[in-house]
């Protein structure tokens, strides 16, 4: 069953296609973001972070970006391929803390 | 390394009852906290734990009480269950890396409050 989902926005595109996730962040004093992706019935995995003196991290057919000025952070998957179907949060930590404060998540569905 | 654990897997209670849901890991990290997830909510954090013998609130702490008396282990009760509390909890864990080490989520509990 699903854990989260009922209400989510959601992004479909064609496997294969490149896909983009965007998240506003709240905190402009937030100092660190990661993506989580989570498949159904299973916890948040982590996927790829990036720290606010950047503004882009790559890793392994993710690139993560990152707008300082308008609090906006994106989450680019290439070749989007069936397994990549889920739901991707991100997540800020304020750098005056510890806590993640986590978005509502994005709803990623991969049609074949 | 099994990593963060959590039991049970699917729970439901009536509405008064008490329970304890169970977290463990074997990763030796100092940091472990709780969530609850929600449709079109997120993660909420409920209560955290920086060390054994050290807990905090988090945003949704009402209802939810946790101890650490150890490293591996941090248990969260529900003394008197509402329909309210009708969630997934997510179990994490980290490093205390100054707060920007990955955190790793436990599978999660599906408790249904009647």
């Known amino acids: 069953g699903e854990s989260v989902g009922l209400h989510l926005p959601t992004l479909s595109v064609q496997e294969g296609d490149n896909s983009i996730i965007n998240c506003a962040y709240s905190n402009s004093a937030s100092d660190y973001f990661i993506w989580y992706k989570q498949e159904s019935g299973k916890g948040p995995q982590f996927i790829i972070d990036?720290?606010?003196?950047?503004d882009k991290r790559q890793g392994q057919r993710v690139t993560v970006l990152l707008n300082k000025t308008v609090k906006h952070l994106s989450l680019q998957i290439a070749a989007t391929q069936p397994g990549d179907s889920a739901v991707y949060f991100c997540?800020?930590?304020?750098?005056?803390?510890?806590?993640?404060?986590f978005g509502p998540g994005t709803r990623l569905s991969v049609l074949p | 390394n099994a990593g963060v654990t959590q039991t049970p897997k699917f729970q439901v209670l009536k509405t008064g009852q008490s329970m304890t849901l169970q977290c463990a890991q074997d990763?030796?990290?100092?940091?472990m906290s709780w969530y609850r997830q929600d449709p079109g909510m997120g993660l909420r954090l409920i209560h955290y734990s920086v060390g054994a013998g050290i807990t905090d609130q988090g945003e949704v702490p009402n209802g939810y009480n946790v101890s650490r008396s150890t490293t591996e282990d941090f248990p969260l009760r529900l003394l008197s269950a509402a329909p309210s509390q009708t969630s997934v909890y997510f179990c994490?864990?980290?490093?205390?890396?100054?707060?920007?080490?990955?955190?790793?989520f436990g599978p999660g509990t599906r408790l249904t409050v009647l």
């Open positions: 997540a800020e930590i304020p750098n005056y803390g510890q806590n993640f404060v």
């Open positions: 990036i720290r606010s003196n950047m």
């Open positions: 990763m030796n990290h100092e940091y």
């Open positions: 994490a864990s980290r490093a205390a890396g100054g707060g920007r080490d990955t955190q790793y």
